[in-house]
């Protein structure tokens, strides 16, 4: 054996027994650290904000208006959970619309006196409760909550949460199965769906047909990063960095609170291009790609 095939045996069987016993690669032995293991300590009353976003940026608003706050009414770590939210958001009146249409009505040769849009704020309520925090493959993103008491328990949905069963694969092998729960109940309202856009929302469910062209790939594979990640997330008020696995799938990137008990989702960004550009251009007309930002926990 040559000498640089002896100390490239030598270093390979030292990283062996470097991690020989744990069955982990070094990344993923770090231990949960103070500050993110606080993040996870939910219970009745703790508060979540959630900004949406459209392919991972947020859109600008008042601070009062267009995010999500939700209330954590129930708890159990890695079992089951009951989440209530308000949405505040500001709707142009009929009247205001209408008026607004009528006076664009003038003939060519006049100036339209177009008057200013009339708003209002509208208050939206809404309830999930989920017992799949424990093996559920599938998420349903805030954009779809219906404003209603939505009871998902058993659909396997972890509604925010990476499941403890996918949790526990991903940070052990790096790879998981992740769906995308977005439009159970947008589908039965809009109608006169194409058919392309009827494989673009059932794609990102993880619901192919068999054939389609992406059948050939896994498209619900989540696949991490080789080392942990920081994210500044709002604590009780003080900016404070968690630690986080960072991970992604071929249609969107995943941001996750890396506390097997709590490992909630913090942010989640829709690849827009994942849809291809006939389906992007129609899906527009909803909110399909509307992914979403937890930006501060109280509790």
């Not at 328990?153 to 199965?177: F, K, M, P």
Request: hydrophobic share 40%.
């Amino acid at each position: 054996m040559t000498t640089f095939r002896r100390a490239g045996y030598v270093a390979l069987l030292g990283l062996s027994m470097m991690t020989m016993g744990s069955g982990c690669l070094p990344w993923q032995q770090a231990p949960v650290d103070s500050t993110t293991a606080e993040a996870a300590k939910f219970h009745a009353g703790s508060t979540l904000t959630i900004a949406q976003n459209w392919f991972g940026v947020s859109t600008p608003t008042d601070p009062v208006y267009g995010q999500r706050n939700v209330t954590i009414d129930k708890w159990t770590a890695g079992e089951s959970a009951k989440l209530s939210w308000t949405l505040k958001s500001r709707e142009e009146t009929a009247e205001s619309v209408a008026a607004r249409a009528a006076a664009a009505n003038v003939p060519v040769g006049q100036i339209a006196k177009i008057p200013d849009a009339v708003y209002v704020d509208v208050d939206t309520t809404g309830s999930v409760k989920t017992d799949g925090l424990g093996n559920a493959e599938r998420i349903l993103l805030p954009a779809y909550w219906p404003a209603e008491d939505y009871d998902v328990t058993g659909d396997q949905n972890s509604v925010i949460w990476l499941s403890r069963a996918q949790y526990d694969e991903l940070t052990t092998t790096r790879t998981s199965h992740i769906a995308l729960g977005l439009f159970d109940s947008t589908l039965e309202k809009l109608q006169n769906f194409s058919s392309n856009v009827t494989e673009a929302l059932a794609k990102l469910e993880g619901k192919v047909a068999s054939n389609s062209v992406a059948s050939n790939s896994d498209i619900t594979k989540l696949t991490a990063d080789e080392d942990w990640s920081n994210y500044t997330l709002n604590i009780n008020g003080t900016p404070t960095v968690v630690r986080t696995v960072t991970a992604s799938s071929e249609l969107a990137n995943y941001v996750i609170l890396a506390n097997p008990e709590n490992p909630l989702i913090l942010k989640v960004a829709i690849k827009p291009l994942s849809l291809g550009f006939t389906m992007l251009s129609t899906l527009s007309l909803v909110k399909s790609l509307a992914g979403y930002t937890i930006t501060s926990i109280t509790y």
